[in-house]
Every structure is written in C-alpha cells, then in structure tokens.
C-alpha cells in the first residue's frame, strides 16, 4: 500500500494553486490593460473596451481554473 508524504502534498497544493491564482491574475490584467490601451487609442470617452475586455478575461480566467481542477479530479 501506497502511503503519500502530507508535507509534500501540502506544499504541491500550496504552490501549484498559488501559481494558479496569479495565472488568472495576470489573465485578468492582460485584459484590463488591453481594454485600456484601445480606449486610449481609439480616443473614447467611455472605457467601452476596457469593461468588455475585463469581463472576457475574468470568464476566461475562471473558465482556465475550472478546467484546470477538473483536470485534478480526473487524476
């Protein structure tokens, strides 16, 4: 019988969703900064790309942790 090390295990989880919430962070900030720049770009008056594009990246990076734990369950 397999027995698993629970300090190895706890750190493994601690940084791999740690490295998962800047992911989606970092996923969230692309899309924040990308709207921002074709506001500023296009000249608007209203952040219209800016709210568009942050709503897309947070569906996004919510559907990328989704996926991801799904993929933990399967294994």
Do not use: C
């Not at 750190?11 to 996923?27: E, R």
């Not at 709207?35 to 996004?60: C, E, M, Y």
């Amino acid at each position: 019988m397999k027995q698993k090390n629970k300090p190895t295990d706890s750190l493994h989880n601690y940084v791999k969703y740690s490295s998962l919430g800047i992911q989606m962070l970092v996923i969230i900030l692309l899309g924040v900064f990308g709207g921002r720049w074709i506001d500023h770009a296009l000249a608007l008056q209203k952040p219209v790309f800016t709210a568009i594009l942050a709503l897309i990246s947070v569906f996004f990076a919510i559907y990328y942790a989704i996926k991801d734990f799904l993929k933990q369950k399967k294994e």
